[in-house]
Structures are given as C-alpha cells and as structure tokens.
C-alpha cells in the first residue's frame, strides 16, 4: 500500500458521510485500513461521536503528511470550519461554498503529491445548485479541477465485477437518441487503459453490452446494435483492444459469464448499476476513470432519512478507502 495518506472530503454535512467516516475510523485495525484524513469542520465531528456515543480521539493536522503519526491513535482532520448550521438531514446552503471548497482543496492535494488518492463523501447536489454549483455532479466537477481537457468516465465497481455506463443520468427515451459510436471508442478505450494501470490487468477482457432485448435481435428490435455498437466494437478490435459485443445484457451478468471479463460497458444508468447492487449492495465502489489522480466514491447518497442516529453502513466506504490505495499504488508501480 502507499505511504502517502488518503484525502477524504466532507460530502454534505447533514449526510452520513462523518458518521461512515468515524465508523471507518474506528474499524482502521480490524480492516487494515491505510491512513487517511478526513476535510472537515472538528467541531461538528466530536459533537456527532458524542452524540453517538463514541469514543473518537481527533488529531487536527497542518498538513497530511501528518496523518501516519496521528492515524494509530486519532482520526486526523484538515480542520475546515462550516459557517453553517449542521442539523443531521436538515441541509444548509449556508454550508455549499465549504463543501466545494473541501472537493477543490482534496483534489490539488492529490495533484501536488500530499496525498495519494481522494475519496469524496455523497454530496447533495440541490443544495449545491443554489449556491452556484452548475455541473451535473462530482465526476464533472472533477474534471474541470483536473484540466488537461480531461473527460472521465464513471465505473462502478465490486468484487467479482466492473460496469461502465456510456449514458448515465437521462431519461431512458433519450438514451437511443444519445448513443454514439465515437462516445463509446472512447470509454471503451479509457477503460481499457485504466485496467491496465489502475488495477493491474495486463491484457484486459471487455465486453460491450448491446442496448436492445436480445441485441436488437439482428434489428427486429432496434438497429443500434448494427449501425452504432457493432460499428465502435469492430474499430476498437483493429486498434488491438480485446472487446466483444453487443452482448445480450439478459445473459451478461450471470455467475458464469462474469468471469469472462474484466469490465462491461453497458449503455444506459440501470443497465450498469442494477446488477452491482444486486450481486454486492454494500460494497459497490464508484470509480472515476480518465483523470490525472484516483478518485473513489462510495456508491450510495447522502441518506439524510437516517443521518445522525448511526446506523449507516460503511462498508461502501470502507472499500472505497482501500480501492483507492490500491489503485494508487498500482498506478505508481505502472509509471
């Protein structure tokens, strides 16, 4: 693992993003977890442990190479004060500008070398919309703070499978309309590129799944599979890369066939996550890929409904926490 410590962001404060942060926290040993810090307002941290009742000792640090000293024994927090008030599952769009500005201040972190990879907790976009946030979530906002003309793309990921959706947050009546074969060259090869570096994969297996019942069933049932999946497959197989497909996506994710590969590109949102959340709810992790630094995710929101009483799950954390570290890690041992 890395030596550098993991940046983790605050995610919106009413959320349970500090209650999955402390429960990490407090698992560190059992789990074998790699130290990281946390952005974060102190104050509103041991106020939610005390109110939970557990005993978390906070480190406030300067800088985050001096999480490994504080990691044994405190949770070390970048002390990042929230103007606002923080009530569990009451947002404040008081607080939006802190939020960005914990995201802004992680990823040049990461940039910079202080840290190794960064880990962002759920946001809540509505309220981040009225304090002028104008992307559509994290993966763009990332990208702009990364330059570089970067255009990432979104994998979600458990053990024993990967998924890639080519659309993601549209209506399901626009995806055919949206679906393009240049958009799917490219996350076809981003992806491809990623499993090589990121998690180690000298010759990565890909399979694109096709967009209609059967794959369009020689276009009885749409012609996307013929004149724009097909099409981006059979260019994608000349530049090397080992792609099959459009593959039934009613076939592609049983037991069997998920160890043919190593990544499927699906075409819509649902046809992506359904099966993560089905085979592993808690442990999905949303990975970007395509950007200068590793960037993970829990796959969850921000589950204001039980913020505060301690009952969030934090395993998609947790393994959020460790995906990252490893691909960090791997991502060093590849340049």
Known sequence: MTTRPIAL?????AGVGAEIALKAWMRRDELLLPPFFLLDDPRRLARLAE???W?????????????????????????????????????????????????????????DGA???????????AVLYEAGFNHPGHTEYLAELAGRDAKPVMMLACPGLRVVPVTIHMALRE????????????????????????????????????????????????????????????????????????????????????????AAICMYHDQALIPIKTIDFHNGVNITLGLPFVRTSPDHGTALEIAGTGVAD????????REAAAMAERRNAAR
């Open 175 to 262: 995806v055919a309309e949206r679906l393009d074969q240049g958009e799917i060259e490219r996350i076809v090869r981003v992806t491809a590129h990623a499993l090589r570096s990121d998690f180690g994969i000298k010759n990565p297996q890909i399979v694109v799944a096709g967009l209609n019942p059967h794959s369009g069933e020689g276009g009885a049932m749409g012609r996307e599979e013929i004149e724009i999946i097909r099409p981006a497959v059979a260019v994608l197989k000349s530049e090397g890369i080992h792609v099959l497909g459009p593959a039934p996506a009613d076939t592609l994710f049983h037991e069997r066939m998920r160890k043919t590969y190593d």
């Open 115 to 125: 840290a190794a990879a960064l880990v962002t907790n759920p946001i809540n976009k």
């Open 314 to 321: 934090e395993r998609s954390l947790v393994a959020a926490i």
């Open 9 to 13: 962001t605050m995610g919106e404060p």
């Open 51 to 53: 109110n939970l009742n």
């Open 55 to 111: 005993r978390i000792d906070l480190a406030e640090i300067d800088r985050p190479a001096d999480t490994d000293q504080a990691f044994a024994q405190y949770l070390p927090v970048l002390p990042r004060p929230l103007p606002g008030s923080v009530l569990p599952g009451a947002p404040d769009p008081a607080n939006a500008r802190a939020v960005l500005a914990a995201i802004e201040e992680a990823a040049g972190l990461v940039q």
